[in-house]
């Protein structure tokens, strides 16, 4: 994979933040895709997000499967774990390494082709299971790194660069997730950082399958007339239910939400969502509703972003089921083969 390493020097005025880092310290190589990709933005809002969230780099576990999208994990937290995984298998390498060790924050990087497409299957067991990580999709529309071909998510339609229809149905991964049974399910814009930064920090807040699609669009093959994922069209096609702020329990509360404009939605952990109303019509705790709202407003040819739908009492897979408080790699050998006669014992529970 080409790379270009970043030089260490930085502006001595910057920042740190509460565990003592800059937001230099969550950034990686520099990136090589193409001047204006929307990936890069993402990238971007990724490392502002953790730097604000006092997230310890070497807290964290990023994984990606293949594709422009897949290889931006290089480009931010360069101190974190990675993992960049088969086409499309993301997903289940998460789960396994998620499952072996929960005291580490999951952020999953995959792109429309790696989720939508390939990893299709993946990407829905994922969901249903509740395992907790952050969970982004990078859409474009297209399979960016081999140069342009339509992606599932490509709405019916829309135009190729060389003009060429998409006459498939799209699938829309925010409706997918509502009905897979993601607990956390937001859709961004890779050009309003503003709102992408607090889904992401609302996402790394949350215990569960928490789901960002961000709409990113490929400079290089979609960004031209007739095509729906273009900077153009995104701008002029999209409306926001909301704007949230993520409030971390160990925040102090500083003012008391004024009434009617914004909605405080309390977290499992004691965290606070608080949500600043766009939509006065919009209720992002009734799962059944948002899905109705997506599919409505996509029938409109709107793109509804924002914070789609949050349970901030869920339960994630651990929960579900019981597994070690301790991660596997710190627990000894006793515990982690108690031998033939446990082995015996369950058997005989299971005849
Ligand atoms: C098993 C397998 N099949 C096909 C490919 C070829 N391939 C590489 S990336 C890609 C699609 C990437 O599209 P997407 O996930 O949308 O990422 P983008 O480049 O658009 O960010 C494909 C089909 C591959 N690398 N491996
Ligand atoms: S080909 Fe498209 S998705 Fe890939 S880096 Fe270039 S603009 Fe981004
Ligand atoms: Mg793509």
Not at 8 to 13: E, T, V
Not at 28 to 48: E, F, N, P, V, Y
Not at 170 to 188: F, H, K, N, S, W
Request: hydrophobic share 40%.
């Amino acid at each position: 994979m080409t790379y270009l390493a970043k030089p260490r020097l930085h502006h001595p005025s910057l920042a740190p933040n509460k565990v003592g880092y800059t937001r230099r310290d969550y950034e990686g190589k520099i990136s090589t895709l193409c001047a204006g990709c929307g990936h890069d933005s993402i990238s971007a809002a990724i490392i502002q997000a953790c730097w604000e969230l006092d997230v310890e780099p070497h807290r964290v576990a990023k994984l990606s499967g293949i594709g422009c999208s897949s290889k931006t994990p290089d480009y931010f937290l360069g101190a974190s774990h990675g993992f960049n995984t088969v086409h499309g298998r993301m997903p289940s390498v998460l789960t396994g390494a998620q499952l072996a060790n929960r005291e580490l924050l999951y952020l999953g990087v995959s792109g429309d082709g790696d989720s939508a497409s390939i990893g299709l299957g993946q990407f829905a067991h994922a969901m249903r299971r509740g395992v907790n990580m952050v969970y982004i999709v990078e859409n474009n529309g297209v399979y960016g790194l081999t140069k342009g071909q339509f992606s599932a998510t490509a709405d019916q339609g829309s135009k190729s660069k060389k003009g060429a229809v998409n006459h498939d149905s799209p699938i829309d991964l925010v409706g997918l997730a509502l009905q897979l049974g993601a607990t956390y399910v937001a859709r961004g814009f890779s050009g309003d950082k503003a709102q992408l930064v607090p889904l992401i920090r609302g996402a790394i807040g949350h215990r569960g399958a928490a789901f960002i699609d961000v709409v990113s669009p490929c400079v290089a093959f979609n960004n031209h007339a007739g095509s729906t994922k273009s900077y153009d069209h995104v701008r002029e096609h999209n409306e926001a239910v909301n704007r949230i702020d993520f409030i971390r329990l160990a925040d102090e509360v500083q003012a008391e939400p004024a009434p009617g404009e914004l909605l405080t939605l309390p977290q499992g952990d004691g965290s606070l969502l608080r949500l600043r109303k766009l939509r006065a019509d919009y209720d992002p705790g009734d799962r059944a509703a948002a899905l109705q709202h997506v599919v409505a407003q996509q029938a409109r040819g709107e793109l509804l972003t924002g914070l789609l739908y949050v349970d901030g009492g869920a339960e994630d897979l651990h929960a579900m089921l019981q597994t070690s408080q301790t991660p596997l790699n710190r627990l000894g050998a006793p515990a982690l083969c108690p031998g033939a006669n446990a082995l015996d014992r369950i058997n005989a529970g299971l005849r």
